[in-house]
């Protein structure tokens, strides 16, 4: 099996639902269950892929596959879930800072390949951070002050996910937490807007018209793995499914899409416009 790393650079904030809910939040975002971390399913991710061809076309039947009544085919490509990497979150110097985990960091050296250093931040009150991030040996996010121990390079090994402008200044914005601290952020940073539909009549909120709904934020960064058959799913063409890769990279780099895509609800008030790449992998 053949794999290349999908990544998503947030440039409007992204809601991709999780359905209703009794909570404060009417319209919470889907999340991993035991991490907490925001997703994009894979399913989600899938069929947003598949409308950059056109409907039923024979590339689009071969990369994702046919369901009818009467058959049901598989596409050469398999799509994971996108699982945020790096979390942009308030900072009280440079304005906000990309966090990230020794969870995350080890995930995605799992999923790339790619070697790194990746330091051991166990105590909640601690991080490694950039020294353009720290005031007085500091770090302050949010309303969390936190003791740095130094920088991390690992941020290197990230560096080259995404070609969009505001990521080049990765190196400078750059922190690892603990574990605990980023499920933390990721859980309670993310923006909650309240929505609201108006009644043409009474010029008043309609029933049901005014709900909270729960956003990923701008410049977050999204990787998921993207993989291709290697025994079965070769179109009438007699093409490997290892050309599908290929496919999807030269469709995602052409002047139609020019890297960007629209993932998750509401595109027609902004919201989940993405800088998207296939990386090199496996």
Not at 35 to 47: C, D, E, Y
Not at 62 to 67: D, I, K, M, R, S
Not at 82 to 108: D, G, I, N, Q
Not at 183 to 202: G, L, Q
């Amino acid at each position: 099996m053949k794999k290349r790393l999908l990544t998503l650079f947030s440039r409007t904030p992204v809601h991709v639902g999780a359905g209703n809910s009794v909570g404060a939040v009417d319209a919470p975002i889907m999340r991993e269950r035991h991490t907490r971390i925001p997703i994009v399913p894979g399913s989600s991710l899938k069929g947003v892929l598949r409308d950059l061809w056109p409907t039923d076309g024979p590339d689009a039947n071969w990369l994702f596959g046919t369901g009818t009544d009467t058959s049901a085919t598989a596409g050469a490509l398999l799509v994971g879930e996108a699982r945020v990497l790096a979390f942009p979150v308030r900072s009280a110097k440079s304005a906000f800072a990309w966090v990230t985990c020794p969870l995350a960091l080890r995930r995605f050296q799992r999923d790339s390949g790619c070697e790194m250093a990746i330091p051991d931040v166990d105590a909640e009150d601690q991080c490694c951070a950039s020294s353009a991030l720290c005031i007085d040996g500091n770090v302050v996010l949010e309303e969390y002050c936190l003791a740095s121990a130094g920088e991390s390079d690992a941020w290197k090994a990230l560096a080259d996910l995404s070609d969009d402008a505001v990521w080049q200044d990765l190196g400078k914005r750059f922190v690892v937490l603990s574990d605990e601290m980023f499920s933390y952020f990721v859980e309670h940073a993310c923006e909650v807007v309240t929505r609201v539909r108006i009644d043409d009549e009474t010029g008043t909120a309609d029933d049901g018209g005014l709900f909270n709904q729960e956003q990923v934020p701008s410049e977050t960064l999204f990787y998921a793995v993207i993989a291709a058959q290697t025994e079965k799913g070769k179109d009438t063409q007699g093409r490997s499914p290892t050309v599908a890769l290929d496919a999807l990279g030269a469709k995602l780099e052409s002047a139609e899409v020019n890297g960007l895509i629209q993932v998750g609800g509401d595109e027609t008030v902004g919201l989940g416009y993405c800088t998207v790449a296939l990386m090199g992998g496996e």
